[in-house]
């Protein structure tokens, strides 16, 4: 036991399950309204658009890199299905089309990361303006509503019981743990990550690593605008503003490591519930929402003070 306390991983999640424990404890005390069942759900059902986003964004930082675009994918993905159903065609169809295209915008960042090796703070910075641009061109800066009322149903048919947005992206967050801690991808994905010509010199494709990488990236944003559509019944072409800082936040606070070569998907699910956590509790307490944007740059500070000394 003593040992396994001594293995910096698990101790790095150990304190923060310890931090979210206490988050709970201390908005239950300061608000009778936290502590339902009610409201867990409404945390988990917030929360899980951010894991989508947040988990395509561990996989990113893990090889060493940055999506800055994550936001700006969701609300072009979102913004196509929208459309396409409110066209006529059937969901199921408006939905793949989503989600592959969120796929390729993400791995045309990885095209320009990889091929032209150009810096991904800077790419990703600059598709994050393109595609937004690009969704304000087609729906006229409108959000667009009124699309299939099916769709909407079934996205919140399950609200009684487990809330369909929880179900899928805990499907997405099991599957990426999966294939980090059992398929060749997930340990190549550390080794691009953790010295990356090393890697590319002992015959592992690194451009081929990193273009799937923000693939998936691309992949998991557009599955957030799925749940996005679902909940809020409307395609804004403003939508997942900020939500690459909630991203970021997320993964730094579960123990990723902006160097590269380090990173949890379940420190990942933590990160997203201590912010979710935070956010509901504030609100409940009628604190204004920049105080919450504050509170949440201080996190992220934090967690890179401890991963810089914990790294030493």
Excluded at 38 to 57: D, E, K, R, S, T
Excluded at 296 to 306: D, E, H, R, S
Aim: include cysteine; proline fraction near 3%; charge should be positive.
């Amino acid at each position: 036991m003593k040992t396994l306390l001594k293995n910096p991983n698990v101790s790095r999640k150990l304190g923060i399950i310890g931090s979210l424990l206490v988050l709970m404890i201390v908005f239950t005390v300061l608000t009778n309204k936290f502590f339902s069942i009610g409201n867990f759900l409404n945390i988990l059902q917030q929360a899980a658009i951010n894991l989508c986003v947040a988990v395509g964004m561990t996989y990113v930082i893990i090889t060493g890199g940055i999506d800055l675009s994550v936001g700006s994918v969701m609300a072009l993905s979102g913004m196509i299905m929208a459309m396409t159903m409110e066209s006529g065609f059937p969901p199921v169809l408006a939905v793949f089309l989503g989600l592959a295209l969120g796929a390729c915008f993400g791995s045309l960042n990885g095209v320009l990361i990889a091929r032209l090796q150009l810096q991904p703070f800077l790419v990703t910075l600059g598709t994050m303006s393109a595609y937004r641009g690009i969704t304000l061109i087609i729906s006229n800066g409108l959000p667009v509503r009124g699309f299939s009322s099916a769709y909407v149903n079934f996205m919140n048919s399950l609200n009684k019981v487990i809330p369909l947005p929880i179900i899928l992206s805990l499907i997405l967050a099991l599957c990426a743990l999966f294939v980090l801690r059992y398929f060749k991808f997930g340990q190549y994905l550390f080794a691009v990550g953790g010295n990356e010509e090393a890697t590319r010199l002992s015959g592992i494709n690194t451009s081929l690593m990193k273009i799937a990488t923000y693939g998936f990236s691309g992949f998991c944003s557009a599955l957030a605008a799925v749940i996005f559509l679902g909940r809020l019944g409307a395609a804004d072409p403003q939508a997942g503003n900020g939500y690459e800082m909630n991203a970021i936040a997320a993964s730094a606070i579960g123990g990723a490591s902006l160097a590269g070569g380090k990173g949890s998907i379940v420190g990942t699910i933590i990160g997203c519930l201590i912010l979710q956590t935070l956010n509901n509790g504030l609100t409940l307490l009628n604190v204004q929402s920049f105080y919450q944007t504050f509170a949440i740059g201080v996190i992220v500070l934090i967690a890179t003070i401890i991963d810089r000394y914990s790294s030493k």
